[in-house]
C-alpha cells in the first residue's frame, strides 16, 4: 500500500516527460495532409529531403503555396534540385504566426531561410523581406529582388506556437539565385557502394545475373530504392539461391528493389503494400512497410526484415541494409514438401522418450527452397505461450495471497 504514492509519482513524471516531448515535435508533411489544397508542395517537400530538414528544426516558419501555384512552378520544367532551393527560399529560420506579421516591428523584418542556411545562396539571396503593407496585407519578396512584393500572406494553415508556423501564401518567391541550374550527384556505382558497406555478397550475386543486373541500370534513373540484405544473411542463403531456376533467381534479386526513390521519411509515413521491381501483371512480387517504433520493417508471409542502415539516400537513389533475405511467396508456390525423414529405430526402454517437438524435424513440412523454418518457430512461440499463462496463473494467486497478508 506504501508504495503507490511512490508509482503514481513516477507515473505523473512520465506523463509530464512525454507531454513536454510531444509538445516540441512536429511533423510538416502530416500538418500538411490535413489541407489537401497544399497536396503537390507537400509532395516536393518529401522528394527534396525538405520534410525531414523542417522537422529537426524548431522555432520555423513554412510558408506553403497552394497547388495551383505549383503548377506554375513545375511548368518551369526545371530540376529536382533546382526546385529544392526554390522552396528551401520558403522556409524561414524564424517563428511567425498570424498575428506576430501584422506586429512587426518597424514593418518589416529581413528573415534567414533554409536556402541561405544551405551556403548555396549567393549574397543576401537566401533572405526574405517581411513588410506589413497597408490595408493589412502582408508582403514576402526575396532580398535580391527589385523590391516589389510578387506574393502576399493569405491565411495561418497550422501553427504550435513558437515552434512550427505554417502559412500560405499567394505565389512562389521569385528568385533567378534559386532557380539557376544546379548540378546533379555524379553517377553513382550501385554494387560498388553496397560492397563497400556490408553487402557484398549480395552485389557480387546481382552482378553475376545479366537480367536483374539491367533490371536495376534501366530503374535508377527514374528513381530507385534497393533494400540489401547484410553478407551474413544473404552467405546463409546461397545455397537455397543456387536452387532456383534462372527465372526466379532475377525475380529474388528484383523483390529487393522497388522502381520508386523513397527516402526514410517517406517509408516511415507511407506505411502498406509496395510493388518491386519484379512485379508484373501475373505475379505481385509485393510486400509491406511497417513501422515498428523508430524501425522500419518490410514483411511479407514468408519473413519479416528491418532495415538496419542507409549506404545512400540521394535522389533519385536510396539504398538501405537489411538483416534478412526477403523471400517472395511466389516462388514457393505450388512446392512439393519435403518427404519426412524415415522412421529411426527403436530405441531402448532405457532411453526416454522425446517430446513431439524434438521429435519433428524443422524442415519436414516446408518447402524445397523454404527461405526459414517460420512454422517450427511458431511451434515453439505457441509452446512457450502455454508454459508462460501456466507460470502466470500460479504467479497471480500466489501474488494475491502476499497480498493479502501485508494488509
Do not use: W
Request: net charge negative.
Amino acid at each position: 500500500m506504501q508504495l503507490r504514492p511512490a508509482t503514481s509519482a513516477g507515473a505523473l513524471v512520465l506523463s509530464v516527460f512525454l507531454l513536454f516531448s510531444f509538445a516540441h515535435a512536429h511533423n510538416i508533411t502530416h500538418l500538411l495532409a490535413k489541407h489537401p489544397e497544399f497536396s503537390t508542395f507537400n509532395l516536393y517537400l518529401s522528394l527534396t529531403h525538405l520534410a525531414a530538414d523542417i522537422n529537426d528544426r524548431t522555432t520555423i516558419t513554412v510558408c506553403a503555396v497552394d497547388n495551383s501555384a505549383m503548377s506554375a512552378l513545375l511548368a518551369k520544367h526545371l530540376s529536382i534540385y533546382s526546385i529544392k532551393n526554390i522552396l528551401s527560399l520558403h522556409v524561414l529560420l524564424d517563428y511567425f504566426g498570424a498575428k506576430k506579421l501584422h506586429q512587426i516591428t518597424n514593418g518589416t523584418a529581413l528573415a534567414a531561410t533554409m536556402f541561405q542556411a544551405t551556403g548555396s545562396a549567393p549574397g543576401s539571396s537566401g533572405f526574405v523581406n517581411i513588410t506589413d503593407l497597408k490595408g493589412g496585407k502582408v508582403g514576402f519578396t526575396p532580398e535580391d529582388n527589385d523590391g516589389s512584393f510578387a506574393a502576399h500572406f493569405v491565411k495561418s494553415v497550422e501553427e504550435l506556437p513558437y515552434n512550427i508556423s505554417v502559412i500560405h501564401i499567394s505565389a512562389v518567391l521569385p528568385s533567378p539565385a534559386a532557380e539557376a541550374p544546379t548540378p546533379g550527384p555524379a553517377e553513382v556505382n550501385l554494387t560498388g557502394i553496397m560492397s563497400a558497406h556490408g553487402c557484398k555478397v549480395f552485389a557480387e550475386t546481382l552482378l553475376a545475373n545479366p537480367d536483374a543486373s539491367k533490371t536495376y541500370d534501366d530503374a535508377v534513373d527514374g528513381g530507385m530504392t534497393v533494400f540489401c540484405p547484410g553478407d551474413d544473411a544473404f552467405k546463409a542463403f546461397l545455397p537455397k539461391y543456387k536452387n532456383l531456376s534462372a527465372p526466379g533467381k532475377a525475380a529474388l534479386l528484383e523483390y529487393h528493389a522497388v522502381p520508386v526513390y523513397q527516402s526514410m521519411s517517406m517509408l516511415k509515413s507511407n506505411n502498406g503494400l509496395m510493388n518491386t521491381l519484379a512485379t508484373n501483371g501475373a505475379e505481385k512480387y509485393d510486400f509491406t512497410v511497417q513501422n515498428d517504433g523508430q524501425a522500419v520493417t518490410l514483411k511479407n508471409k514468408l519473413v519479416t526484415a528491418k532495415i538496419t542502415g542507409t549506404l545512400i539516400d540521394e535522389q533519385p537513389l536510396a539504398i538501405y541494409t537489411i538483416n534478412k533475405v526477403l523471400t517472395p511467396k511466389e516462388l514457393y508456390k505450388g512446392e512439393a514438401p519435403t518427404p519426412a525423414p524415415a522412421p529411426a529405430p527403436e530405441k531402448s526402454a532405457a532411453d526416454a522418450p522425446k517430446s513431439s517437438d524434438e521429435a519433428t524435424s524443422p524442415d519436414a513440412d516446408s518447402p524445397a527452397d523454404s527461405p526459414d523454418d517460420d512454422p517450427a518457430d511458431q511451434t515453439a512461440d505457441d509452446n512457450g505461450g502455454v508454459a508462460l499463462g501456466r507460470v502466470g496463473f500460479g504467479g497471480l494467486i500466489l501474488s494475491v495471497c502476499i497480498g493479502f497478508s501485508l494488509l
